[in-house]
């Protein structure tokens, strides 16, 4: 199954944060927050101006996002946990150095 959102809404599955801490500490499932990062799954096409011109969203797929700590609904589909938030959620996008994507 295929899910395209309406309008200005964006499709967004959670990175999982990393389970140690800089000193090594492992951190409990109980003890973990929600991830507030992101790799947008899919796009809108944008909203509608006054005249009826379509305003194309700023973040596209693939793009890796933060999101409010209450952004977006949480829905399932395909058996993936996913968020369908509006772009105006989104606080940013993260952009790699040169350096960083090679070395990925």
Same mark, same amino acid.
């Given at each position: 199954?295929? #899910? %395209?959102?309406?309008?200005?809404?964006?499709?967004?599955? %959670? $990175?999982?944060?990393?389970?140690?801490?800089?000193?090594? =500490?492992?951190?409990?499932?109980?003890?973990?927050?929600?991830?507030?990062?992101?790799?947008?799954?899919?796009?809108?096409?944008?909203? %509608?101006?006054?005249?009826?011109?379509?305003?194309?969203? &700023?973040?596209?797929?693939? &793009? %890796?996002?933060? #999101?409010?700590?209450?952004?977006?609904?949480?829905?399932? =589909?395909?058996?993936?946990?996913?968020? $369908?938030?509006?772009?105006?959620? =989104?606080?940013?996008?993260?952009?790699?150095?040169?350096?960083?994507?090679?070395?990925?």
């Amino acid at each position: 199954m295929t #899910f %395209r959102p309406l309008h200005d809404r964006v499709v967004v599955r %959670r $990175i999982e944060a990393e389970e140690k801490t800089a000193g090594g =500490i492992i951190i409990p499932d109980t003890a973990k927050e929600k991830p507030q990062e992101g790799e947008v799954v899919a796009v809108g096409p944008g909203t %509608r101006d006054e005249s009826g011109k379509v305003a194309a969203l &700023d973040v596209k797929t693939g &793009d %890796r996002v933060l #999101f409010g700590k209450w952004s977006g609904t949480e829905v399932r =589909i395909d058996g993936q946990d996913l968020l $369908i938030m509006k772009e105006s959620d =989104i606080m940013g996008v993260i952009e790699q150095s040169a350096k960083a994507q090679k070395a990925a």
